[in-house]
């Protein structure tokens, strides 16, 4: 019988009190057995670290201490996993229940699989977001949430900058596609997502970020990455000024005109 290999979750936190049970509850109650679980918390000064302690026994490894941001936080943990594949999920969000077995069974054709994104707002979802690889050249059309990479993609092309403060997932991610990593899609939905995180709430900074980026990778088309620029702001600018105006329905078309990748509206 085949072992079935041991995949690393990482989950970073910093005074998440109101949220990080649900994510541990997601992570240790899934179907697939081989799991190495890290938790990584920054030092919290709420009760975090009572909860994390709370499964302590179910959890592999965690520490609590100052960290020099969420890049910083992620290569702590990914330096502590052992896991062939390597998850992360932050303490605001969660994991369906057969996320990680899914992963396992397509993980092995490729270096790097994803899934779609259930988001949630005020406690009701508001749409699933897919996923699209091949649209990383433009933004970021990954749901980081639902990502599962290789170890040995982070031995050979690095681990997160520490040059960003919203769009460091994003760096990764294309830094691996235009070092040829192979990406693989699963169709249904792997994890879930508060809007209330911090790249939703920073978006313009994600922008600006973005476009960095893409100038370092993809330098030969510095004109189409500023255009496209605009075009991005735009696209994340004009929702946030319809809520303002409670024209909330406009959105969904809105949505469906200018994103790369597919809303479904539940």
């Not at 000064?45 to 302590?56: C, L, Q, S």
């Not at 201490?65 to 062939?84: C, Q, T, Y």
């Not at 830094?175 to 997502?193: D, E, Q, S």
């Amino acid at each position: 019988m085949q072992q079935l290999p041991l995949i690393s979750i990482i989950t970073i936190v910093y005074n998440g009190e109101k949220f990080i049970e649900k994510c541990i509850q997601s992570v240790l109650g899934q179907s697939y057995s081989n799991i190495e679980y890290i938790i990584i918390d920054g030092g919290s000064t709420d009760r975090t670290v009572g909860i994390i302690k709370k499964y302590a026994d179910s959890v592999t490894t965690w520490i609590s201490e100052k960290d020099e941001g969420i890049s910083d936080a992620f290569n702590k943990g990914l330096k502590l996993a052992k896991g062939e594949v390597i998850g992360i999920i932050n303490a605001d969000d969660w994991y369906e229940p057969y996320t990680v077995e899914k992963v396992a069974q397509m993980i092995g054709d490729f270096d790097i699989v994803y899934g779609d994104l259930k988001l949630w707002k005020n406690d009701k979802v508001d749409f699933v977001l897919k996923g699209n690889h091949e649209y990383l050249v433009k933004e970021m059309t990954v749901n980081h949430p639902t990502v599962f990479i290789k170890r040995e993609c982070y031995e050979k092309f690095g681990l997160f900058s520490m040059e960003y403060k919203c769009a460091m997932d994003y760096d990764l991610l294309l830094r691996f596609k235009v070092n040829h990593c192979r990406f693989g899609y699963i169709p249904t939905v792997l994890a879930n997502m508060r809007w209330e995180g911090l790249s939703d709430t920073q978006w313009l900074l994600g922008c600006k970020e973005t476009l960095l980026i893409k100038d370092k990778y993809l330098s030969s088309q510095k004109l189409s990455n500023r255009l496209y620029f605009y075009k991005h702001v735009l696209a994340n600018a004009v929702p946030r000024v319809l809520v303002k105006l409670k024209m909330e329905f406009i959105i969904k078309k809105y949505r469906s005109m200018f994103s790369q990748v597919k809303k479904v509206y539940e």
